[in-house]
């Protein structure tokens, strides 16, 4: 599976963003999601994922309440909604594709992966 996303922007804090990743080729539905991001000379780190039918997400505990994800299967599409924006949020983030059913928030574990687009919370 080939995915590639968009949406990132400058944004001021307490602003909203929605990041989309569109993927193409592979059976979409099959596929574990995620959004990870990553700062300068830091490590991807996890941010969210949802399950191949989209009836199971997980967050880290620091956007819980503030970003959701969501997947249209019909479209190939997931979505990040990133709302009430902090300067900490800001990054380069990125979607990531895994095959099975269980959620994870490893790295390691996702085998596809677009390429990032930037997050700028800032005034």
């Known amino acids: 599976v080939q995915l590639q996303a968009s949406g990132g922007g400058l944004v001021q804090p307490g602003g909203s963003l929605r990041l989309s990743c569109a993927a193409s080729r592979g059976t979409f539905g099959s596929y574990v999601l995620g959004w990870f991001r990553q700062t300068p000379g830091k490590e991807h780190d996890f941010v969210a994922a949802i399950s191949g039918n989209g009836a199971i997400s997980s967050y880290i505990d620091s956007v819980k309440g503030r970003f959701t994800i969501s997947k249209d299967n019909a479209k190939s599409m997931v979505y990040l909604q990133m709302n009430s924006l902090k300067p900490e949020d800001t990054a380069v983030y990125y979607c990531?594709?895994?095959?099975?059913?269980?959620?994870?928030?490893?790295?390691?574990?996702?085998?596809?992966w677009g390429q990032g687009t930037q997050v700028t919370v800032s005034s």
């Open positions: 990531a594709a895994k095959s099975g059913w269980g959620l994870s928030g490893l790295k390691s574990e996702y085998d596809y």
